[in-house]
């Protein structure tokens, strides 16, 4: 299994509210990093990805969203915000949202407020990676946007396993280190994401996620 991109899950699990007249929709929201429109579902002539493109014929698919910043952690608080990255302030990867607008309703929390029950797994909020993977912190995350939070704490790329840098003649710092790893997918963080994840839909399958 190659570690070319980690997969981040935030999940909100909706409370069953006797009163309401029409059920609540379930809501699973998969955020991940260095992902663009290289998809083949989105009609690329060399990247082939069946397993997105299922995902995405069974979801809801936007074809003119523009990401909102250059840097991860301006652009992931604009989308968790709804608000510009000059609006709430965060125009880079130091601080939090939080920290910068103390009373933002983040989207996550407008679910909370609505009667889910909302939980993340791994990477929401800007975090260091692969550090705060290494020893499964979050440090920037925003926790008035959760009910529950699991951090997963991986080797990253220090598995056991034949890597490379996905760079010209395997060679560079400032490139991406994937790891071929020895193993089953619970091995990486990806594996281990979605793990969890699996686990947070099954324990609350009996009301709206």
Partial sequence: MKNLIQLFIFLFSGCFLASAKKSKPNVLFIMSDDLNTALSGFGHPQCKTPELDKLASRGLRFENMHCQYPVCGASRASLMSGLYPYKNGTLGNAGTLRGNMPDVVTMS???????????????????????????????????HSWDETVNIKAPEQHAAG????????????????????????????????ASHAIDFLKRNKDKPF
């Fill in 162 to 193: 034949v890597s490379t840098h996905w760079s010209p003649k395997d060679k560079g710092s400032q490139t991406f280190e994937g790891v071929e790893a020895e193993g089953d997918d619970l091995v990486h963080a990806d594996g281990m994401a």
């Fill in 109 to 143: 929390q407008m679910f909370r407020n609505n009667g889910y029950w909302v939980g993340r797994v791994s990477k929401i909020y800007h975090m260091g990676i692969p550090g705060e993977i290494l020893v499964g912190t979050a440090t920037r995350d925003d926790p």
